[in-house]
């Protein structure tokens, strides 16, 4: 369906659509970023590979194609949920911290890159350094992971509200602050550690619905400041709110950045107690390419944590559970394992 009016572009996009309908292919029309013209897929639910035509602002308004291995359902969609079909399990890719211009960047990109068997690749802040200004995400981040913007379902981080998040928000076109959608069997959770998240905020209000909204077995939250680290920054006691719906609600995985290191930690409540049955297990995946840190706390909860290798978390996640292995850059598999959701 296509609201308001309708210009050069999208008649080329929808164009393109029906040929490719006319020798066989099942064809989406993805939710637009520019505001003129929205396009809503008519069935979300699709099971076979798709082509999904994009007519967004980021695109230079022209017909992009690119293939979705399972639906994820339209754009990141703050205040709602975008709808996913169900299915079998699917692989996705994780890390925060990212373009520095380093050169590890590269790196870990070329990890997800040359895998065109990852699904999903979700952001843990900290995208564009030093200030996540448009320049910086156009000449750092866009030559590295920008190479997969098409699947990637990003969250900011504190670099990027160094400059207030304009870059940002222009950069991922149609980004809302904190959204969820839904992969398959799994409900995915994008959220805001650099805005209001007090327990009493309309983010935490909007989550606690959201999650009691949700229907699916397995949930996966992830932002940029982690509630539990001894990596180069401290546990982060303001998260608590979050974690406290979390709980609650029985969310399975919470994924952060901002701690420069790979860390692992056992399944907890909100105190940092271990629960090995209703608990939540957290990563933290600093590692995309910022300058690697090791701090010098401990927490007693953490099982693994690696400062030396820059990387991705890779999880493939199924109907029932979810299976882990942290890729270094230079091609190792480090600390792999497997959970089940509650």
């Not at 895998?115 to 030559?143: C, H, M, R, W």
């Not at 090995?276 to 706390?297: H, K, L, P, W, Y």
């Not at 953490?302 to 978390?313: H, M, Q």
Request: proline fraction near 3%; hydrophobic fraction near 30%; charged fraction near 15%.
């Amino acid at each position: 369906m296509i609201h308001n009016h309708r210009n050069r572009n999208t008649y080329i996009s929808l164009i393109t659509a029906f040929a490719l309908m006319a020798v066989g292919y099942t064809v989406f029309i993805s939710l637009a970023a520019t505001p003129e013209i929205k396009v809503e897929p008519e069935n979300s639910t699709l099971s076979n590979p798709e082509l999904a035509i994009s007519d967004s602002g980021a695109s230079g308004g022209k017909a992009v194609l690119f293939k979705e291995i399972t639906s994820t359902g339209g754009g990141a969609t703050g205040g709602g949920t975008s709808g996913g079909g169900t299915g079998g399990s699917f692989l996705i890719a994780a890390a925060g911290d990212i373009a520095q211009n380093s050169g590890a960047e590269k790196g870990t990109s070329d990890i997800i890159y040359n895998d065109t068997s990852i699904n999903t690749v979700l952001t843990l802040g900290d995208n564009a350094y030093e200030n996540g200004l448009i320049d910086e995400f156009t000449q750092k981040y866009e030559p590295t992971w920008g190479r997969f913007k098409d699947k990637t379902k990003p969250s900011p981080g504190n670099h990027e509200y160094q400059s207030g998040g304009a870059g940002y928000y222009e950069y991922f076109q149609g980004v809302q602050q904190y959204y969820s959608f839904d992969v398959n069997d799994w409900h995915f959770v994008s959220l805001n550690g650099d805005i209001d998240h007090s327990a009493s905020s309309t983010q935490v209000t909007w989550l606690k619905n959201d999650l009691a909204a949700s229907t699916k077995k397995c949930t996966l939250a992830y932002w940029h400041e982690p509630r539990f680290t001894a990596g180069s920054h401290d546990d982060d006691t303001s998260m608590t709110p979050f974690w406290d719906a979390f709980y609650a609600s029985g969310v399975d995985v919470v994924l952060n950045g901002h701690s420069h290191t790979y860390e692992r930690f056992a399944p907890s409540k909100p105190d940092g107690s271990v629960d090995a049955v209703n608990g939540i297990r957290e990563f933290v995946v600093g590692t995309g390419g910022a300058d690697m840190s090791q701090g010098g706390n401990t927490v007693a909860t953490r099982e693994f944590s690696d400062a030396s290798n820059y990387g991705v978390l890779k999880m493939n996640l199924s109907a029932t559970g979810y299976d882990w292995k942290f890729i270094t850059s230079g091609g190792q598999t480090i600390d792999p394992g497997t959970g089940t959701c509650h």
